[in-house]
């Protein structure tokens, strides 16, 4: 359990020090930079102006001489300055992450609660009516832009059902405060995790479908159906664990997607989050922010994968004991009958 | 000459344009009452302009004025910074106005009204300009506003940081406060745009107290700015929403009516027009919905859709032919070029009726300056071809005269729409234009910092004076490598220069209006730019909010004499 866990970190460290020097260079590389910006955006400055904005921000030195500046400063834990909003990195990004941690957490516990029923109930009979009803519901919500779901989702019920909000994180003019409060940003919340929820929701149903059904034609299905299990005991005491592996690997592998695909609800919905922080950070050459931000999601990717290889271990004795190769490797299923109850 | 504008009796009472004790019965009467007193009392005689009648007077009507109720508004983008005397993006001006007073304010007929200076006084050599000070103004955290705040804010801030000033104040000497309520800048020049760029924004007034001695950009009070306006500050949740609150000790009494302005973050733009249509914002100024939404929402009664109150934010839209290209450097090709163009069509096809074709690089709406006197390009496809013709670019076996790159100004979907139109235009008289997208840090660097374009769109401000919106993209001393929205056309014309140097020190109106005259004449005969069409830009509103067209510019209204007609 240590080991693994020690390994891990380790490799965060090398992950994190290769994201900056990669980020920084492609970063680096696009034209134009944040004086190039805040001058298009003010329409009258000097050069000698732009050359004191250059020498403050340290765009003036070497590239080279900036990276070693920068990967020194983030070995001390200091993510750096953000000249555009006068901040330190680390406090912009930490004040955007528990409104994109919210988003995207409660979109995919929703996703995967309900995927995972609904490929389930699928899998029970394939091509059953259920099935070919849940199937075509998932391709659709699987192939239909956020986008458009996410405005017409807002017109529907923001707009002319007037029952949700539209769009921020709470009632602004109301103040509330404590459990309302709470409340309120819940009420602000269903319409993105809806939205986002659309489309992870067919992708995990798909998923935990076709591994369902797989594992409910194993041998010990048969036997555990011989020796008289009921059916409910069968799907989620026996096939279940099974079948939720693979669909536990790819949520590792989409936490990292959600949180750049929330950047289009986020832009909808008015949602404060990280994803918009980013875009506008990529808009305006704010490096440092958009440093940060990737930082933090590689760490979050990294920790959420950690934590799916430990749910992972729980499951399946297979990934606890390895014979051979690293723990972290989630293996292949259906070489060996699973864990019997 | 020394113009006199001390009456300050007078000037109170104008201070918020309005007259708050005037024998009316009729709106537009009311109107006129103002302008001929502005014009001719106390105000007038700066520039020998005329009371500009709008196409629809706004109301100012304070009386009956309703104190109460909490403004919620839309503000896109979200502003970079609240640090308006380094950044002065226009979502910032928008905030920080409220927050803080300029010296003075311009009306909807841009003549200059009284804010943190009551008066203002010019020497007959135009070289010393005395300004006497409001007595009574507070700072935010209740430190009394006095000259020091002005004196430290000329010397450093304009100095330094402010970009407009840097450039309308590049000959003051010094500064000097014979008391608290006095200051005296000394110029070494004459420079007569000074009282056209007197405002907030432009020349900005800072708490010496806060900020002197500080490492000013880095300054904790930037995005926390005390200032001596009608609102307080009071949060910025990024991403989410700006809070203001009601000075109470603001220096005219009785103001502001609102009980603050709660500023929100609504990115999308169908979110905007979803958010006024609910009523969850009741104001947002400066195109904040597509054209088509607002057609849609002015059919709603509780909403207003108006052009107002853009005068002194007069923009246009040009392209920028490169000169230093071996077939744009050709007068002929940039006449073909405009005469390609339909720009009624343009117009009220992309721009939804919200625009007009521009006759020049001066905007109609900035009347003072404006003359429509100057030489025109219409709509002729034939006149075109017939140009190419003779500049010596007759269509090849292909169809084609030459190649073209145009790469619009990434500033959302209108412009790309734009670029679309000129392409269309263009390949209709054999020019095979490439439309290129680039972001808008790329579309800079290439363009103002390695003149690597053949054909861009670009636009612009007027603001209260040519000087400072419309000079530099023709002055040839004002091509600076490296400098958005300068110069970049490699225009070098010596007449050209020499009408605007002229201007920059004649210290009588009439005859820097004249100057300004001949010059739209040899810009429009030259085709440095090529001059497309003048921004109608349009706010949204809630139909009882009142007095809210009453300004030179909504992004830049201090608000204080905005009402709500019933409770909000």
């Known amino acids: 359990m240590l080991l693994p866990l020690l390994r891990r970190l380790l490799q965060l460290v090398g992950i994190v020090l290769a994201i900056a020097v990669l980020d920084f260079i492609l970063l680096k590389s696009l034209p134009g930079d944040l004086v190039d910006v805040i001058a298009s955006e003010s329409g009258s400055v000097t050069p000698e102006y732009l050359a004191e904005l250059r020498r403050l921000y340290g765009l003036d030195r070497h590239y080279l001489e900036q990276l070693v500046a920068y990967i020194g400063r983030l070995a001390q834990g200091d993510l750096g300055f953000s000249f555009r909003y006068g901040e330190p990195v680390f406090g912009l990004v930490l004040d955007r992450l528990p409104t994109t941690l919210a988003l995207v957490g409660a979109a995919l516990t929703l996703s995967v609660a309900v995927g995972l029923l609904l490929g389930i109930a699928a899998a029970r009979r394939p091509h059953g009516v259920t099935d070919t009803l849940i199937s075509g519901l998932s391709t659709l919500g699987y192939s239909a832009p956020l986008f458009w779901i996410a405005l017409m989702l807002i017109v529907l019920f923001g707009v002319k059902l007037g029952w949700l909000p539209i769009g921020g994180i709470r009632d602004v003019s109301a103040r509330h405060s404590g459990w309302r409060g709470s409340l309120d940003v819940v009420h602000h919340l269903i319409l993105p995790v809806a939205t986002l929820s659309i489309y992870y929701v067919a992708v995990y149903a798909r998923l935990s479908r076709a591994s369902m059904i797989d594992v409910l034609t194993e041998d010990y299905i048969r036997t555990a159906r011989a020796k008289g299990a009921r059916e409910g005991r069968v799907i989620f005491g026996h096939a279940l664990p099974n079948a939720v592996l693979p669909v536990l690997t790819m949520l590792g592998v989409q936490s990292s997607a959600l949180l750049g695909g929330s950047i289009v609800v986020e832009t909808v919905f008015a949602w404060p989050g990280l994803g918009q922080l980013s875009f506008e950070a990529i808009k305006s050459r704010d490096i440092p922010v958009l440093l940060g931000v990737l930082l933090f999601s590689a760490v979050l990717v990294v920790l959420s994968n950690l934590l799916v290889d430990l749910v992972q271990m729980w499951l399946d004795p297979r990934v606890r004991r390895p014979r051979t190769a690293s723990a972290a490797e989630p293996r292949a299923r259906t070489e060996q009958p699973g864990r019997l109850a | 000459m020394t113009c006199r504008h001390s009456d300050h009796g007078e000037n109170r009472a104008g201070t918020d344009g309005v007259i708050e004790r005037a024998p009316v019965v009729d709106r537009r009467e009311l109107f006129g009452l103002g302008g001929a007193l502005l014009a001719g009392g106390a105000l007038g005689s700066l520039f020998p302009r005329e009371a500009h009648a709008l196409t629809e007077a706004p109301v100012p009507a304070v009386e009956n004025a309703r104190a109460g109720g909490t403004l919620d508004a839309v503000v896109h983008p979200e502003p970079p910074t609240l640090a308006f005397f380094m950044n002065t993006a226009t979502p910032t001006r928008a905030v920080v106005s409220k927050i803080f007073d300029g010296l003075v304010d311009y009306g909807p007929d841009l003549k200059p009204r009284p804010q943190l200076a009551e008066s203002w006084e010019t020497s007959a050599d135009g070289l010393t300009w005395t300004l006497k000070l409001r007595k009574g103004a507070f700072w935010h955290d209740g430190t009394p506003f006095t000259s020091a705040d002005v004196q430290f804010s000329a010397e450093v801030v304009w100095r330094r940081y402010a970009p407009t000033a840097k450039r309308i104040f590049q000959y003051l000497t010094?500064?000097?406060?014979?008391?608290?309520?006095?200051?005296?800048?000394?110029?070494?020049?004459?420079?007569?745009?000074?009282?056209?760029?007197?405002?907030?924004?432009?020349?900005?007034?800072?708490?010496?107290?806060?900020?002197?001695?500080?490492?000013?950009?880095?300054?904790?009070?930037?995005?926390?700015?005390?200032?001596?306006?009608?609102?307080?500050?009071?949060?910025?949740?990024?991403?989410?929403?700006?809070?203001?609150?009601?000075?109470?000790?603001?220096?005219?009494?009785?103001?502001?009516?609102?009980?603050?302005?709660?500023?929100?973050?609504?990115?999308?733009?169908?979110?905007?027009?979803?958010?006024?249509?609910?009523?969850?914002?009741?104001?947002?100024?400066?195109?904040?919905?597509?054209?088509?939404?607002?057609?849609?929402?002015?059919?709603?009664?509780?909403?207003?859709?108006?052009?107002?109150?853009?005068?002194?934010?007069?923009?246009?839209?040009?392209?920028?032919?490169?000169?230093?290209?071996?077939?744009?450097?050709?007068?002929?090709?940039?006449?073909?070029?405009?005469?390609?163009?339909?720009?009624?069509?343009?117009?009220?096809?992309?721009?939804?009726?919200?625009?007009?074709?521009?006759?020049?690089?001066?905007?109609?709406?900035?009347?003072?300056?404006?003359?429509?006197?100057?030489?025109?390009?219409?709509?002729?496809?034939?006149?075109?071809?017939?140009?190419?013709?003779?500049?010596?670019?007759?269509?090849?076996?292909?169809?084609?005269?030459?190649?073209?790159?145009?790469?619009?100004?990434?500033?959302?979907?209108?412009?790309?729409?734009?670029?679309?139109?000129?392409?269309?235009?263009?390949?209709?008289?054999?020019?095979?234009?490439?439309?290129?997208?680039?972001?808008?840090?790329?579309?800079?660097?290439?363009?103002?910092?390695?003149?690597?374009?053949?054909?861009?769109?670009?636009?612009?401000?007027?603001?209260?004076?040519?000087?400072?919106?419309?000079?530099?993209?023709?002055?040839?001393?004002?091509?600076?490598?490296?400098?958005?929205?300068?110069?970049?056309?490699?225009?070098?014309?010596?007449?050209?220069?020499?009408?605007?140097?002229?201007?920059?020190?004649?210290?009588?109106?009439?005859?820097?209006?004249?100057?300004?005259?001949?010059?739209?004449?040899?810009?429009?005969?030259?085709?440095?730019?090529?001059?497309?069409?003048?921004?109608?830009?349009?706010?949204?509103?809630?139909?009882?909010?009142?007095?809210?067209?009453?300004?030179?510019?909504?992004?830049?209204?201090?608000?204080?004499?905005?009402?709500?007609?019933?409770?909000?």
């Open chain 2, 174 to 568: 010094k500064v000097e406060v014979p008391d608290a309520h006095t200051a005296v800048l000394t110029l070494s020049k004459p420079t007569p745009v000074i009282i056209n760029a007197l405002d907030v924004v432009a020349a900005p007034v800072l708490p010496r107290h806060l900020y002197e001695g500080t490492d000013i950009p880095n300054n904790p009070y930037n995005n926390k700015p005390v200032g001596t306006g009608p609102f307080v500050f009071k949060e910025w949740a990024r991403g989410s929403h700006i809070r203001l609150e009601r000075f109470d000790r603001y220096w005219q009494s009785g103001r502001p009516f609102l009980d603050g302005i709660l500023w929100k973050i609504i990115p999308d733009v169908s979110g905007r027009a979803n958010a006024l249509e609910t009523g969850l914002v009741q104001y947002g100024e400066r195109n904040p919905v597509t054209f088509a939404d607002a057609d849609r929402l002015a059919k709603s009664d509780k909403l207003v859709v108006n052009k107002d109150g853009y005068n002194g934010f007069a923009g246009w839209l040009w392209l920028i032919p490169n000169l230093r290209h071996p077939i744009l450097g050709q007068l002929k090709v940039r006449q073909a070029i405009l005469h390609a163009i339909n720009r009624d069509l343009l117009v009220k096809t992309v721009w939804g009726g919200y625009a007009t074709p521009a006759t020049g690089p001066v905007s109609s709406l900035l009347k003072t300056f404006y003359t429509p006197d100057t030489p025109q390009y219409p709509y002729d496809r034939k006149k075109a071809e017939a140009l190419l013709d003779e500049a010596g670019f007759p269509k090849q076996a292909d169809g084609w005269r030459f190649k073209l790159n145009h790469d619009f100004i990434p500033f959302g979907d209108d412009y790309r729409r734009t670029g679309e139109f000129v392409r269309q235009a263009l390949r209709a008289v054999g020019i095979d234009v490439t439309l290129r997208g680039l972001d808008l840090a790329a579309w800079t660097k290439n363009v103002f910092a390695e003149y690597n374009f053949d054909l861009v769109s670009s636009w612009g401000i007027n603001w209260q004076d040519p000087q400072i919106g419309v000079e530099q993209h023709y002055w040839s001393k004002a091509e600076a490598k490296g400098t958005p929205w300068f110069n970049a056309s490699g225009y070098a014309r010596p007449e050209a220069d020499k009408l605007l140097e002229a201007a920059q020190t004649e210290t009588d109106p009439a005859r820097r209006v004249a100057i300004y005259h001949d010059f739209q004449k040899l810009a429009q005969a030259d085709l440095g730019l090529l001059n497309i069409l003048e921004f109608r830009w349009f706010g949204v509103w809630d139909a009882r909010l009142r007095n809210v067209t009453n300004t030179f510019n909504h992004s830049q209204s201090n608000f204080a004499h905005v009402w709500f007609e019933q409770s909000a």
